[in-house]
């Protein structure tokens, strides 16, 4: 069951990032809504609906099982592709979005719980930060290549990129089917309300769960945002293709990132690489952004090479204060903030970017993400003690 759960982790990892349309998806999303700010707003309500069902899948997942939430998870993703290609007004992207938003709910604590897990029956779950930098590498490895694809087919045909990326989510959905249940997980035995109060207790009472979860929110929504906005700036400097192929670049370096990150956290520390890594994003973003420039979009490459590392750090962090019953549950509860934050930027961001300009916006952004810095400070001081 291990070496199979594990294989088929990251194959499926590899095709939930293999979206070709994701390094222009702000540019196909306003050119079926007709502006920025409503195109920011289908990210909006990914996360909204992400958000508000983030607890509910987690506490499924917590009761049903893994698999049949990873299942789950692959056929709204595929309705929500079939929506954004088909893409008729914008309610047709709003539709696609809450179902991407209810994929993203699925995926999000269920699948590290399930890594999670099925290394605690092989008896590995001490090797989880190596075998999650590992699979996520094959995530960003996926982008890298799907970027490089789609922003060669969006020189083309926006239409003909959506329907292309239909084809990676069906053969996920086919291999969701062929995980194992772990025997690690236990089922609920309270109710949902005790269930969910236990875990919010958690987060409340754990200095340190509550600190990493406050900068991984704030991280999170502007971070992501960011990601997702740039293409817009980019857009006003360089041609379609080369934004995917920088995307490829950016890709390829966060995929190095992860798949050394246990050597890097070894080397560093978990606090100490996610102080670096922080400080390194944020003045790369300061000066990007600040001082727009043909050289720019370059600018922005640099922290791909922390960012996997960083990542794993945290996420290796967050599931040692986890409880084995609610690791899924209080994997979710932290997302639902980080997904709630995502919301509220995006929005923020696209009414604020059509009113000035998508640099000033990001520059703005990047300026109010800089106490996470001071967060993981103080983290890094406190260590255990936290």
Same mark, same amino acid.
């Given at each position: 069951?291990?070496?199979?759960?594990?294989?088929?982790?990251?194959?499926?990892?590899?095709?939930?990032?293999?979206?070709?349309?994701?390094?222009?998806?702000?540019?196909?999303?306003?050119?079926?809504?007709?502006?920025?700010?409503?195109?920011?707003?289908?990210?909006?309500?990914?996360?909204?609906?992400?958000?508000?069902?983030?607890?509910?899948?987690?506490?499924?997942?917590?009761?049903?099982?893994?698999?049949?939430?990873?299942?789950?998870?692959?056929?709204?993703?595929?309705?929500?592709?079939?929506?954004?290609?088909?893409?008729?007004?914008?309610?047709?992207?709003?539709?696609?979005?809450?179902?991407?938003?209810?994929?993203?709910?699925?995926?999000?604590?269920?699948?590290?719980?399930?890594?999670?897990?099925?290394?605690?029956?092989?008896?590995?779950?001490?090797?989880?930060?190596?075998?999650?930098?590992?699979?996520?590498?094959?995530?960003?490895? !996926?982008?890298?290549?799907? +970027?490089? &694809?789609?922003?060669?087919? *969006?020189? $083309? @045909? /926006?239409?003909?990129?959506?329907?292309?990326?239909?084809?990676?989510?069906?053969?996920?959905?086919?291999?969701?089917?062929?995980?194992?249940?772990?025997?690690?997980?236990?089922?609920?035995?309270?109710?949902?309300?005790?269930?969910?109060?236990?875990?919010?207790?958690?987060?409340?009472?754990?200095?340190?769960?509550?600190?990493?979860?406050?900068?991984?929110?704030?991280?999170?929504?502007?971070?992501?945002?960011?990601?997702?906005?740039?293409?817009?700036?980019?857009?006003?400097?360089?041609?379609?293709? !080369?934004?995917?192929?920088? +995307?490829? &670049?950016?890709?390829?370096? *966060?995929? $190095? @990132? /992860?798949?050394?990150?246990?050597?890097?956290?070894?080397?560093?520390?978990?606090?100490?690489?996610?102080?670096?890594?922080?400080?390194?994003?944020?003045?790369?973003?300061?000066?990007?952004?600040?001082?727009?420039?043909?050289?720019?979009?370059?600018?922005?490459?640099?922290?791909?090479?922390?960012?996997?590392?960083?990542?794993?750090?945290?996420?290796?962090?967050?599931?040692?204060?986890?409880?084995?019953?609610?690791?899924?549950?209080?994997?979710?509860?932290?997302?639902?903030?980080?997904?709630?934050?995502?919301?509220?930027?995006?929005?923020?961001?696209?009414?604020?970017?059509?009113?000035? @300009?998508?640099?000033?916006?990001?520059?703005?952004?990047?300026?109010?993400?800089?106490?996470?810095?001071?967060?993981?400070?103080?983290?890094?001081?406190?260590?255990?003690?936290?």
């Amino acid at each position: 069951m291990f070496a199979k759960n594990i294989k088929l982790l990251s194959i499926f990892n590899f095709l939930v990032e293999f979206g070709l349309y994701g390094p222009i998806a702000i540019l196909y999303f306003a050119h079926v809504s007709g502006s920025y700010a409503l195109a920011a707003s289908i990210f909006s309500i990914i996360m909204l609906s992400s958000s508000v069902l983030e607890l509910p899948t987690g506490i499924w997942s917590d009761r049903v099982g893994r698999r049949r939430t990873i299942i789950a998870g692959s056929w709204a993703r595929v309705l929500s592709i079939v929506l954004y290609a088909i893409g008729l007004s914008y309610w047709y992207l709003v539709i696609g979005a809450i179902l991407e938003g209810l994929a993203r709910s699925l995926y999000s604590g269920n699948n590290d719980a399930l890594l999670y897990d099925t290394l605690a029956d092989a008896g590995k779950h001490g090797e989880y930060s190596k075998y999650l930098g590992k699979l996520r590498s094959y995530e960003h490895l !996926a982008v890298a290549i799907a +970027s490089l &694809i789609g922003g060669i087919v *969006a020189t $083309f @045909s /926006f239409v003909w990129l959506m329907w292309l990326s239909l084809i990676p989510h069906l053969v996920k959905l086919v291999i969701s089917y062929q995980f194992v249940e772990p025997k690690t997980r236990k089922k609920i035995d309270s109710n949902i309300y005790a269930h969910t109060k236990e875990a919010i207790r958690l987060f409340v009472t754990n200095k340190k769960l509550r600190l990493l979860s406050i900068a991984d929110t704030i991280s999170y929504s502007t971070g992501e945002v960011s990601f997702q906005f740039r293409a817009a700036f980019f857009a006003s400097i360089w041609p379609i293709w !080369a934004i995917g192929a920088l +995307s490829t &670049i950016t890709q390829f370096g *966060a995929a $190095f @990132s /992860f798949h050394i990150s246990d050597k890097i956290i070894k080397k560093f520390g978990h606090e100490r690489l996610l102080v670096i890594r922080s400080i390194v994003g944020k003045l790369s973003g300061l000066i990007a952004y600040g001082m727009p420039s043909i050289i720019s979009p370059l600018i922005t490459f640099f922290p791909s090479f922390l960012y996997g590392a960083g990542q794993v750090a945290k996420n290796d962090l967050m599931q040692n204060e986890f409880t084995d019953h609610q690791r899924a549950t209080m994997s979710s509860l932290n997302s639902l903030l980080g997904s709630l934050g995502f919301a509220i930027v995006s929005i923020i961001v696209g009414i604020f970017a059509d009113k000035t @300009s998508p640099a000033t916006a990001l520059f703005t952004l990047t300026l109010i993400a800089v106490p996470i810095i001071g967060i993981y400070y103080n983290i890094f001081q406190n260590g255990d003690k936290a």
